[in-house]
C-alpha cells in the first residue's frame, strides 16, 4: 500500500544524521564569463559537505527525479534534474512545491490568488493555463522544491 504514495523517481529520504562528506570548496567564485585570475592554492578550512548545504531538516527531506516534461524550465528545472524537497516547511506564495494531484505527482510553483490556490508551469513556449485549485478540494503538497541539482558530464 505504501509504494502506491510514492511519487514515480522517488530516491528516498535523506538520514536523520548524514554522514559528513567534505569537499573542496575553492575560496573564490569561477567567472562563467572570461577567466579571472584565482588563488593558486585553498586552504584547509575550505571545505563543502553537500548535506549541510541543501539538507536543512534530514528526516523530513526527501529526494525525487524530475520527469521528461519540460514545464518548468523557467524555474530552472529540467527534466532528468534530481529535486530536494522538503516536507517541513509550509509552502508559501511564489515557493516551487510538488503536490499529490489528481492521483498523481507534479511539480509547479504555488501562487494564492484572490484566496485561491493556484500550480502554475513555467515554460512559455507552452502557455499553459495554471491549474485553478477549487475552494472545496485541498491540495496535498508534499513538500517544498529546496534544490535542484543537474548532471552536466555526458547528459
Known amino acids: 500500500m505504501l509504494d502506491t504514495l510514492l511519487p514515480p523517481g522517488y530516491l528516498g529520504a535523506a538520514p536523520h544524521h548524514p554522514p559528513a562528506m ?24 575550505d571545505v563543502l559537505d553537500i548535506n549541510q548545504r541543501v539538507v536543512r531538516n534530514p528526516v523530513a527531506t ?14 530552472g528545472i529540467f527534466p532528468g534534474d534530481t529535486l530536494v524537497v522538503d516536507r517541513s516547511l509550509h509552502a508559501k506564495h511564489g515557493d516551487i512545491v510538488m503536490v499529490n494531484w489528481e492521483g498523481g505527482f507534479t ?6 490568488r484572490a484566496g485561491r490556490y493556484e500550480l502554475h508551469s513555467g515554460n512559455p513556449a507552452h502557455l499553459l493555463p495554471p491549474v485553478v485549485v477549487p475552494e472545496e478540494v485541498e491540495l496535498d503538497v508534499w513538500g517544498v522544491v529546496t534544490w535542484s541539482f543537474r548532471k552536466q558530464v555526458r547528459r
Not at 24 to 42: H, I, K, M, N, Q
Not at 107 to 112: C, D, T
Request: glycine content about 6%.
Open 62 to 75: 526527501f529526494f525525487v527525479e524530475a520527469d521528461t516534461g519540460t514545464s518548468m524550465v523557467e524555474f
Open 107 to 112: 511539480v509547479k510553483q504555488l501562487r494564492l
Open 22 to 45: 567534505y569537499l573542496p570548496l575553492l575560496p573564490v567564485r569561477a567567472t562563467c564569463g572570461f577567466p579571472s585570475p584565482a588563488e593558486d592554492f585553498y586552504g584547509n578550512q
